[in-house]
């Protein structure tokens, strides 16, 4: 399996994912190689203590970094100090790090040389940055090719796409046996937008890893007002600017709630100005990046989770946070609004309606109490259990397509 | 040469069934036939009438009555005294027809200025659209039928919100509906004006909107209901008493496996304490047609006319309750699915049959009750387990309701005619159905007939008009209060100080311009 990012060394929602689906793979019987271009050099080569030492990467056989510089989103370098390297220093501020191509093809040549040392039976790749390393190593080895995307450049540059890495998943798509699409939304993109045989595309919806919470946590930093929050990197695919004009319709309306952003990302700046033209300074809260227990003390001390997305192809942190029992609101231009019911959907450009929900979720106690249990259960039958499942499926198909 | 003497000995006794010491005095019927052995007759009869031998499969067809009907129908129905033994079905088909006023996407920010509450285009396009592919359609068809078989006959359920609708949104379609039900073979039956669940909450509430409801039949269709069905068919012992008081002949409802257990739904029966006759929903044939009639994953798809028939041809009982939404036709089963052809052909094929259609009013005055149905818990017609949680089973639905029904006094001692109208066109049980959120085993139904998002949307929505209705009613009476301060105060004028006068014409200005304001609103909305 090639990949580019893992916990706790991610700074998006594909490790995570990367995590789930392998985790649960590995749980069916499967032996995964996981190769990712780069550990961070403070762990290095001796990345693999470090997971025995806290975190359980037990079922992974191999966990094997690459030295090479791909940071996949340039724009979320602000935020993580562990991945450093030559491409953040540069404040050229683009989509992707200048030498990005470079670092690709160099992905590709090492991923070469790894594949040398260890036998397997596919070969299956997570986004565009692995594609040509995945198509190599199709080419000189003749196994199926299991192509999975998280993201493509339509939802990552919202405004404009880059051209090369449209030709990188274009020739990606056309060179793998199968493509599996974290939702509906992102194989209709597929399919439409590469022009790309719908037979070969599948849906397999992502899961979410649910912790074994007895008891939420109980958090409460403003204990006389309602906490409304936002997760995610702040960039033009999450819909920052939309949360902060709902957040004044809403805070015009209710005066006691506290909006907390948490994440962070190019459009931070952008995002700092537009709270302090609209006088929202003292209510809305910037908690920079977060993970693990603090960012589930985020959700869990929020009244209302929302997710305004622009363009997601799947989008896990709504799960994450009906996890920590709180209700979410969810852009309907979402792959997780095709699984999630019990949740309010909007439009991610009709802030009215978003912020008639939020004050809605805010006022009614009852319409909380419901979301929340109603979700919660819900959520339990979203697992990567049954995503690994279905790919198993999938996985069996190829091989047995082959002969 | 020998002579042959056939002789078939034929009996089963009837089997005691698990009588438990505690039924002891309190459940008679149930010594006389029961399930079992019900059960084990019909098997030997089927496995009988299998076999080639005419005589026996006459013999033993299910019962005497059967074999006489089978073989001296002409003789029987000749003599008038012997013509009960010929097993005979009445059917009575009783069509539900109702349309909600949907809320329209009432945020919060319409709340204490805009009260206009529901969705008029929404409403007025499916008014038309199902005139379209069901009301009309259907009415014609319903009246060839009548004019076609004299014994043919039809009841109807009106609602009041519905009639409204139509005078408003589809004046025709109402003459249709006047047309057919002046045909001396169709019944109208009483309900509550505003299909409301205020049976649950209010029995004033309830009562002023039958009364409302037989108001408005009469007006329209010049009939007078005689008997009674509550929203949703939502019953228990009392309803009975409560329809009994208000004057109606008897009540219909659901045939609950668990209030009949053993029992068939297909005779009359009586409640228990007031003794009102009921008539209990058949679901099973009912269902059939309402709900299975394309599913193309039911074993018995497609129905066919002549396969319905042979199933009620097989069935005990003296009548058939086939109740079901009008919509069923043309709407919840489309046209090309057959279902109107279906309803074309079936009165031809079951009078061929021996067997003929009633009224509800007829039923209770031509059979005597059979036994007693005690209901002690409300059931309705819904869903899998014919209870009341379609409408009350999480907390915005029980909220939602609750809140509705809290404000009553208020409504009704402040008189505002638009308020009081428009507190009980929400009161329909329809916004409360579309909060069900019982979508993990029963969902697809609910989720076919709710013309919002999700059940959040429609809690939000409702609770947002919530707000503004009590606003209005805040507003209301703060004006009322103001009107019966002024004149004692105004008494007072010589004697108080010049600052509380002050404070009255503030006050009064106050209400002035707020009544100003209503006035323009008001012309507004003509």
């Known amino acids: ?403 | 040469m020998v002579e042959v003497n056939f002789y078939f000995q034929v009996h089963q006794p009837y089997r005691v069934r698990d009588f438990r010491v505690f039924e002891i005095g309190k459940n008679i019927d149930s010594l006389n036939q029961n399930n079992k052995t019900a059960k084990i007759n019909k098997k030997i009869g089927k496995k009988f009438s299998s076999s080639r031998s005419s005589l026996v499969r006459y013999l033993l067809d299910k019962a005497p009555t059967k074999l006489m009907s089978r073989l001296f129908i002409p003789f029987f129905q000749a003599h008038p005294k012997l013509k009960e033994f010929v097993k005979k079905h009445y059917l009575n088909f009783y069509f539900q027809v109702h349309q909600p006023y949907r809320m329209r996407d009432y945020r919060a920010f319409d709340i204490g200025k805009n009260h206009g509450y529901f969705d008029e285009k929404k409403n007025a396009e499916i008014i038309k659209k199902v005139s379209k592919k069901c009301y009309l359609p259907m009415n014609a068809l319903l009246m060839s039928l009548l004019e076609k078989y004299p014994e043919f006959k039809v009841t109807f359920s009106f609602s009041g919100v519905f009639l409204d609708q139509l005078e408003q949104y589809a004046p025709h379609t109402l003459e249709s509906f006047k047309k057919l039900v002046k045909h001396k073979n169709v019944e109208i039956l009483g309900e509550t004006y505003y299909h409301s669940l205020a049976y649950l909450y209010s029995i004033e509430e309830f009562v002023e909107q039958v009364k409302l409801h037989t108001k408005k039949i009469k007006e329209v269709f010049g009939k007078e209901p005689k008997v009674f069905r509550n929203t949703e068919l939502i019953y228990d012992n009392n309803l009975a008493k409560v329809a009994q008081k208000l004057g109606f002949k008897a009540v219909i409802t659901e045939g609950a496996d668990h209030i009949l257990g053993w029992r068939s739904p297909n005779y009359v029966y009586y409640a228990k304490d007031s003794k009102m006759p009921l008539l209990l929903k058949n679901y099973r044939l009912s269902d059939d047609i309402a709900f299975r009639f394309s599913n193309r994953a039911w074993k018995e798809w497609p129905l066919t006319v002549d396969k319905y028939v042979s199933w009620i041809n097989q069935i005990d009982g003296v009548i058939l309750n086939l109740f079901m939404d009008y919509e069923t036709f043309g709407e919840h089963q489309w046209k090309d699915t057959g279902i109107f052809d279906f309803m074309k052909h079936l009165p031809k094929k079951l009078l061929e049959e021996g067997h003929g259609f009633i009224t509800p009013s007829e039923a209770v005055e031509k059979f005597e009750p059979v036994g007693e149905v005690d209901v002690p818990h409300l059931i309705s017609w819904a869903d899998i387990e014919r209870d009341i949680s379609a409408w009350r089973s999480n907390a915005m639905q029980d909220s939602a309701l609750e809140k509705i029904y809290s404000i009553e006094k208020d409504v009704k001692e402040l008189g505002d005619k638009s308020l009081l109208e428009d507190w009980r066109k929400l009161q329909t049980s329809d916004h409360f159905y579309y909060m069900c959120t019982k979508y993990f085993s029963d969902g697809d139904v609910h989720k076919y007939f709710n013309p919002y998002e999700s059940p959040y949307e429609a809690f939000i929505f409702f609770m947002n008009i919530f707000q503004d209705l009590k606003e209005r009613i805040n507003a209301l009476k703060r004006e009322k209060a103001i009107q019966e301060l002024e004149p004692e105060e105004m008494l007072d004028k010589d004697k108080s100080d010049k600052k509380s006068d002050k404070k009255i014409t503030k006050k009064v200005k106050r209400s002035k311009s707020k009544r100003g304001t209503k006035k323009i609103k008001s012309k507004v909305k003509v």
């Open chain 1, 1 to 403: 399996m090639l990949g580019w990012e893992f916990p706790p060394y991610n700074v998006g929602g594909l490790g995570t994912a990367c995590y789930g689906l392998t985790k649960a793979l590995s749980a069916l019987g499967l032996k995964i190689i996981f190769v990712v271009p780069k550990a961070p050099d403070e762990f290095d080569y001796d990345f693999l203590k470090v997971v025995n030492a806290g975190i359980d990467l037990e079922h992974l056989e191999q966990y094997i970094p690459i030295n090479s510089g791909i940071v996949p989103y340039y724009e979320s370098f602000p935020s993580t100090k562990i991945l450093r390297n030559d491409i953040v220093k540069s404040k050229n501020f683009q989509l992707y790090g200048p030498h990005i191509f470079e670092e690709v093809n160099l992905f590709s040549d090492k991923v070469l040389n790894v594949a040398n040392n260890f036998d397997f039976d596919l070969i299956h790749a997570h986004d565009w940055m692995t594609y040509p390393a995945a198509i190599k190593l199709k080419h000189k080895t003749g196994k199926p090719l299991i192509l999975h995307i998280h993201a493509t450049s339509f939802d990552r540059g919202v405004i404009g796409i880059d051209p090369r890495v449209y030709d990188i998943e274009k020739r990606g798509f056309e060179e793998a046996d199968v493509i599996v699409a974290v939702s509906e939304f992102t194989m209709r993109t597929v399919i439409e937008k590469y022009g790309i045989n719908p037979e070969k595309v599948k849906v397999v919806h992502n899961g979410v890893l649910l912790g074994n919470k007895d008891k939420f946590y109980d958090v409460k930093i403003f204990p006389n007002d309602y906490v409304v929050s936002f997760v995610g990197r702040i960039t033009i695919q999450k819909g920052p600017l939309y949360f902060v004009e709902a957040a004044k319709i809403v805070s015009d309306f209710i005066p006691n709630v506290k909006f907390l952003v948490t994440g962070s990302g190019d459009m931070l700046p952008q995002m700092i100005n537009r709270v302090a033209e609209l006088g929202l300074s003292d209510k809305v809260v910037f908690t920079g990046f977060l993970r693990g227990k603090e960012l589930d003390k985020i959700y869990a001390m929020s009244d209302v989770y929302v997710m305004p997305s622009v363009s997601e192809p799947f989008g896990i942190t709504p799960l994450e946070a009906i996890a920590n029992g709180t209700p979410v609101i969810i852009s309907k231009q979402s792959g997780v609004s095709e699984v999630l019911r019990n949740c309010l959907k909007v439009d991610y450009w009709d802030v009215e309606k978003m912020a008639n929900y939020i004050i809605a979720v805010l006022k009614y106690s009852e319409l909380r109490d419901t979301l929340k249990t109603h979700a919660f259960m819900e959520i339990t039958n979203i697992n990567w259990d049954n995503a690994a499942k279905k790919l198993l499926g999938i996985y069996e198909e190829v091989l047995n397509g082959r002969g």
